[in-house]
């Protein structure tokens, strides 16, 4: 369901911009904010390392936020493709609350800036027509649905923190609204549902993502806006995809004006910032099930997705997903799921679901994935991602050139709009005084 896209491929405007990427030497710093922008003799250059939701949202908001006379030219890195990583694995649960239904810090920016990118990459998804050899059959990458708006259900458990639950739900914004119902209400939601303190708290403007649909719609509306900002007459922009893995931050010397590392939990791996990084690594692996044609009954079209021990994000009637184990401090990345680690995340998953779920007894497993998540240390606003400049961690002496997006831990879908929006403002504007300082502070903390 992803991108099959070759190692190298441009999306390049005609004329657009005056040299092309692979050009090397040495790379003075020119920042937008200057005079020197709309003279200068060469494209601004910037690498964005990781094509999940982090780097795919900074891409679209350097795009978005750089001036119109500015030449710009961006490097997308990612070994696997669009969508490749942990973000394509994710299983698409998006509202603004914590497990007890309190808003997050800053959740209502970062909810509102999700719902634009997400309607963004609906319209590209949309708008995408006819196959072409980048990119393949429409059909087949966007599938059913790149955003199920049908409500999220989160089920009271614990008889300790129901009275917080409640409290915090008279508390929601008016844009994601919650709803606090009784077993009649969810029934008539969910047939057959439980609830084991008769209470659950409802959010009926939550909506499920399909992360990889969501992923290659924005990839695709970045690449239309490159079109459209180039044949706007002003300065030339350029977006370049590279399928292959940076394994060390030596390998792009010289040849950007900035580097954006938003590769998740590989971001440790790299020499120059491992060990240096605040981060907790957990693998989970998600359950694909699918409802047997010669079962009669189907998870209702209206039907919400499902948050408790165990979630289910619902694809349609006959299709969803059960999450998540968590392997703490594992380096596992791969997203392949052996047989063995696949039953065990079933007689994990399983049971958890049927709790609330009874009849996932009758759901097949039909396969899993996994992926490796990065989670930030815990602060008193929570555990907001990890943003700024790292020329300090990484050694080098040129003026805000190496940026960190990272540690978005399991709310990376939240996240990724308004903080990588503060990230790639930040970039252009050569200045981390953009960003709050909650969530550049890390660095005044010893690892």
Request: one cysteine or more; aromatic letters at 8%; a neutral charge.
């Given at each position: 369901?992803?991108?099959?896209?070759?190692?190298?491929?441009?999306?390049?405007?005609?004329?657009?911009?005056?040299?092309?990427?692979?050009?090397?030497?040495?790379?003075?710093?020119?920042?937008?904010?200057?005079?020197?922008?709309?003279?200068?003799?060469?494209?601004?250059?910037?690498?964005?390392?990781?094509?999940?939701?982090?780097?795919?949202?900074?891409?679209?908001?350097?795009?978005?936020?750089?001036?119109?006379?500015?030449?710009?030219?961006?490097?997308?890195?990612?070994?696997?493709?669009?969508?490749?990583?942990?973000?394509?694995?994710?299983?698409?649960?998006?509202?603004?609350?914590?497990?007890?239904?309190?808003?997050?810090?800053?959740?209502?920016?970062?909810?509102?800036?999700?719902?634009?990118?997400?309607?963004?990459?609906?319209?590209?998804?949309?708008?995408?027509?006819?196959?072409?050899?980048?990119?393949?059959?429409?059909?087949?990458?966007?599938?059913?649905?790149?955003?199920?708006?049908?409500?999220?259900?989160?089920?009271?458990?614990?008889?300790?923190?129901?009275?917080?639950?409640?409290?915090?739900?008279?508390?929601?914004?008016?844009?994601?609204?919650?709803?606090?119902?009784?077993?009649?209400?969810?029934?008539?939601?969910?047939?057959?549902?439980?609830?084991?303190?008769?209470?659950?708290?409802?959010?009926?403007?939550?909506?499920?993502?399909?992360?990889?649909?969501?992923?290659?719609?924005?990839?695709?509306?970045?690449?239309?806006?490159?079109?459209?900002?180039?044949?706007?007459?002003?300065?030339?922009?350029?977006?370049?995809?590279?399928?292959?893995?940076?394994?060390?931050?030596?390998?792009?010397?010289?040849?950007?004006?900035?580097?954006?590392?938003?590769?998740?939990?590989?971001?440790?791996?790299?020499?120059?910032?491992?060990?240096?990084?605040?981060?907790?690594?957990?693998?989970?692996?998600?359950?694909?099930?699918?409802?047997?044609?010669?079962?009669?009954?189907?998870?209702?079209?209206?039907?919400?997705?499902?948050?408790?021990?165990?979630?289910?994000?619902?694809?349609?009637?006959?299709?969803?997903?059960?999450?998540?184990?968590?392997?703490?401090?594992?380096?596992?990345?791969?997203?392949?799921?052996?047989?063995?680690?696949?039953?065990?995340?079933?007689?994990?998953?399983?049971?958890?679901?049927?709790?609330?779920?009874?009849?996932?007894?009758?759901?097949?497993?039909?396969?899993?994935?996994?992926?490796?998540?990065?989670?930030?240390?815990?602060?008193?606003?929570?555990?907001?991602?990890?943003?700024?400049?790292?020329?300090?961690?990484?050694?080098?002496?040129?003026?805000?050139?190496?940026?960190?997006?990272?540690?978005?831990?399991?709310?990376?879908?939240l996240y990724h709009g308004w903080f990588g929006k503060l990230v790639a403002q930040?970039?252009?504007?050569?200045?981390?005084?953009?960003?709050?300082?909650?969530?550049?502070?890390?660095?005044?903390?010893?690892?």
């Open positions: 369901m992803s991108f099959i896209i070759r190692s190298d491929w441009i999306w390049r405007c005609p004329g657009a911009v005056g040299q092309t990427h692979r050009s090397r030497g040495s790379a003075s710093r020119v920042c937008p904010s200057s005079s020197l922008a709309q003279s200068q003799s060469r494209p601004l250059r910037y690498a964005v390392l990781g094509a999940g939701f982090a780097g795919l949202s900074v891409v679209w908001h350097l795009l978005k936020h750089s001036p119109k006379e500015l030449n710009l030219s961006i490097d997308l890195y990612d070994e696997v493709g669009i969508g490749g990583g942990a973000s394509g694995v994710s299983g698409g649960l998006l509202h603004p609350y914590s497990p007890k239904v309190k808003l997050l810090w800053q959740g209502a920016e970062c909810w509102n800036e999700c719902l634009k990118l997400l309607s963004i990459a609906e319209t590209a998804a949309l708008a995408f027509g006819e196959p072409n050899s980048e990119i393949g059959d429409p059909a087949q990458k966007f599938g059913n649905f790149v955003v199920r708006r049908r409500g999220i259900l989160r089920p009271a458990t614990n008889v300790r923190t129901l009275d917080a639950l409640n409290h915090n739900a008279q508390n929601s914004l008016s844009s994601c609204r919650i709803e606090t119902i009784g077993m009649d209400t969810a029934q008539g939601l969910v047939p057959d549902i439980c609830l084991p303190l008769n209470t659950a708290f409802y959010m009926p403007d939550a909506v499920t993502v399909h992360p990889p649909h969501y992923l290659q719609g924005l990839f695709l509306a970045c690449k239309n806006l490159v079109k459209e900002l180039s044949a706007s007459g002003f300065g030339g922009k350029e977006l370049c995809l590279h399928q292959k893995s940076i394994t060390s931050l030596l390998e792009l010397e010289g040849e950007y004006d900035a580097v954006i590392i938003c590769v998740g939990a590989k971001a440790d791996m790299l020499p120059e910032l491992s060990g240096k990084l605040p981060l907790r690594t957990c693998r989970g692996v998600i359950a694909h099930m699918q409802l047997p044609d010669f079962i009669g009954e189907y998870y209702p079209d209206h039907g919400p997705s499902i948050l408790s021990d165990a979630w289910l994000a619902v694809q349609g009637s006959r299709s969803l997903l059960m999450g998540s184990t968590k392997e703490w401090k594992s380096r596992n990345s791969s997203p392949i799921v052996s047989a063995d680690e696949a039953s065990k995340a079933l007689e994990e998953l399983l049971p958890k679901a049927s709790a609330i779920y009874p009849g996932m007894k009758n759901w097949s497993f039909t396969g899993a994935r996994a992926g490796l998540r990065a989670l930030p240390p815990m602060t008193p606003d929570g555990s907001p991602p990890l943003l700024g400049c790292v020329d300090n961690l990484v050694g080098k002496t040129h003026a805000c050139k190496y940026w960190l997006f990272g540690g978005l831990g399991s709310r990376g879908l930040a970039v252009l504007a050569c200045s981390e005084n953009i960003i709050p300082s909650e969530v550049t502070s890390w660095k005044n903390v010893n690892t």
